[in-house]
């Protein structure tokens, strides 16, 4: 796969130069605002990382002879991570943005648990007649942490990310 993405980048650079694509978009230097995509997309990272945890568990015990306790439970734990920079030459960071080179990073985490708690009587009387009662109850609770931050104006477009601290926080 590296092969291939080396030969089509190879490919993709000498077949039109980026100049030559801007000249074809805009002969006349009329559009200023337009941006070769080619350049636009090496100069942008975005790259997020999602990990998921789906845990179920359940446990069932005769407590009497007609009564039985069941309990059950389960996790559903999500950790998404983001980091986005755009440079100088792209269209979201290039100097016709109000915020000029930008990115922000971020992490979010979600906790969400379930318990259910369920006691069933069963009893049968005269081998015809059967009495069975259920009764029970469920609790939920939801956790969620987030932190990021996001910056503008970023002075050096080699850091990418890690040179957000230099720009004008957001």
Known sequence: ?????????????????PEQLDAEIDPDGQLDYAYNPIINTRNMYVNSVRNNLLANGALERKILNNLTLRITGGVNYTHLRRENFAGSNTQAGGIFSTSGPNGSFGNTEVMNMV????VNYSKTFIKKHTVDVLGGFSQQQVKVKSTGAAAM??????LGVSGLDEGIPL
């Open 1 to 17: 796969f590296v092969a291939f993405e080396r030969a089509l980048a190879t490919a993709v650079n000498h077949a039109v130069a």
């Open 115 to 118: 318990n259910e708690n369920t």
């Open 153 to 158: 104006q970023v002075p050096n477009d080699n």
